[in-house]
């Protein structure tokens, strides 16, 4: 398997083997769409996000150094005092928090009683605090203000690094794919929004990015000798590219979800450690959404913003016409000539141009053929 996967990498490169990515982009923009679309909608459907604690306001309760854990115990407690739902996970060894909404003072003293006793622990092993929502808010703004310094910046350097702002637009509307596709699925879920989670959605925004500029910086190696070959397309150069670096892009994805999946279903799910759900779950989605914009994304977007401008309409129509008269009639979507049995195969040698000396010939002989004499 290890060996087919390693033929398969390499057919890849070389462009024997190759997927379609930016012939059929249309297919992946229509989707990619309907996706934002109802990523966008889901919230209003379900009448918000699930905000934790730190962005409605409410009341929490810590226990800690307790033998029990059972969050049976925090919920049971709650309900019976005011009737209300908790949340309640197990943030650290020994350790329970429950959260609910806010409680009056008698209720706030009645809750607290009921965990020291449910749980068996001394009265100041049971912390109570009330979180307003204004935090929440204020974490909002920073959050929002850091994310559009982070684009800016981000916008610039692709810009100065790859000298073309093309790719620099094509990868910033990505990131946006990313994050509005990352936050609808949890919408979707109603998964808890908490800073946790906030935190997982700007680490994912470096990921995404990094897989970016690797495929990005493949695309630009491809296409900067352009003009100076008459075998590929630049739409053909450019799937190359994303065909080059999909193994790597796989590879990378696999290496990063493995980690993180680990956490959010072992540490998190089994163990109920609820900070590390929260910023695992956004990652794993992350990290899987990022991965899928580059290549389905990102790497079409640019080719579709370049493949009209005039030189490469013109690069285009060449290839195609020199195809013609070098008797290629079949190639893959990464530009490899396939032969009558449809097996990758060396381009023909370019048609031999017409020197100085031919054409003057030729215009004499013209010149001749368009003066007869007359009688």
Excluded at 149 to 163: C, G, K, S, T
């Amino acid at each position: 398997m290890a060996a087919n996967f390693a033929k398969a990498g390499n057919q890849l490169y070389t462009g024997e083997r190759s997927y379609p990515f930016i012939q059929k982009s249309n297919l992946w923009f229509i989707l990619a769409g309907i996706l934002v679309l109802a990523s966008i909608a889901v919230p209003f459907f379900r009448g918000g996000f699930n905000l934790g604690i730190e962005f409605t306001g409410g009341s929490e309760f810590t226990i800690s150094q307790t033998e029990n854990t059972d969050i049976g115990i925090g919920q049971d407690a709650v309900e019976e005092v005011s009737g209300q739902d908790a949340i309640v996970t197990n943030v650290a060894p020994n350790t329970v928090r429950v959260q609910t909404e806010e409680l009056s003072d008698t209720e706030t003293l009645e809750v607290a009683d009921a965990l020291e006793q449910g749980y068996g622990v001394a009265g100041e092993q049971v912390s109570s605090t009330f979180i307003g929502p204004v935090w929440g808010e204020q974490i909002s703004q920073q959050m929002l203000l850091g994310l559009v310094i982070f684009v800016v910046l981000v916008a610039l350097y692709m810009a100065f690094y790859f000298r073309t702002w093309t790719m620099s637009l094509a990868a910033m509307l990505g990131l946006g794919f990313v994050v509005i596709t990352t936050v609808g699925i949890y919408a979707a879920t109603g998964f808890e929004v908490t800073p946790s989670a906030i935190i997982g959605f700007l680490t994912i925004l470096s990921y995404a990015l990094y897989d970016t500029m690797v495929v990005f910086d493949k695309i630009r190696e491809n296409v900067d000798g352009l003009r100076g070959q008459k075998d590929q397309t630049f739409t053909e150069r450019v799937n190359l590219a994303v065909n080059q670096t999909l193994v790597r892009s796989i590879n990378t994805s696999v290496v990063g979800i493995l980690p993180v999946g680990s956490i959010l279903f072992i540490g998190s799910l089994l163990l109920g450690a609820g900070t590390l759900r929260d910023i695992s779950l956004s990652l794993f989605v992350g990290i899987i959404v990022g991965t899928l914009a580059t290549v389905f994304i990102q790497a079409p977007l640019y080719a579709r913003m370049r493949r009209n401008d005039a030189d490469i309409r013109a690069h285009t129509a060449e290839v195609l016409s020199l195809r013609e008269q070098r008797g290629v009639h079949a190639v893959t979507a990464s530009g490899t000539a396939l032969d009558a049995a449809g097996r990758p195969a060396a381009f023909p040698p370019l048609p031999e141009e017409e020197s100085e000396e031919d054409l003057d010939q030729e215009e004499d002989y013209q010149v001749i053929i368009q003066a007869p004499h007359e009688h």
